[in-house]
């Protein structure tokens, strides 16, 4: 079992930044791959930005270029640093872990909010 815990979300006016931290503890030596996840209200749970152990990683076309994920692996916590925020960045996020490198992982944490607006 893996537990995650999220920090960082908050408001912040458009341009702005935030930065999201995940901490893992459990069974942290079986995640290979730690992901952030999000989801604005009515709308279906999207992938923001995938980090494997070996430094590997993807981003939603959305947010190329503002997001930038990072991990350390030593302490096993997980980074999303946003910038350049816009309103559609509004939503719930939420950190996921797991031992696949290329899919969801079993583990969630249970989600903060980030709110763009002015």
């Known amino acids: 079992q893996v537990q995650l815990v999220e920090s960082g979300g908050g408001l912040v006016q458009p341009g702005g930044s935030l930065r999201l931290s995940c901490a893992a503890s459990?069974?942290?030596?079986?995640?290979?791959?730690m992901a952030w996840y999000r989801q604005a209200p009515g709308k279906q749970r999207e992938l923001v930005a995938a980090?494997?152990?070996?430094?590997?990683?993807n981003y939603a076309d959305s947010v190329k270029g503002r997001f930038t994920i990072s991990r350390d692996n030593a302490k096993y916590t997980a980074f999303l640093q946003m910038n350049s925020l816009k309103p559609e960045d509004t939503a719930v996020y939420y950190c996921?872990?797991?031992?696949?490198?290329?899919?969801?992982?079993?583990?969630w944490g249970q989600g903060t909010q980030v709110t763009v607006s002015s």
């Open positions: 996921n872990a797991g031992s696949w490198p290329n899919r969801p992982g079993a583990s």
């Open positions: 459990g069974s942290t030596f079986m995640i290979i791959r």
């Open positions: 980090i494997t152990s070996g430094g590997s990683t």
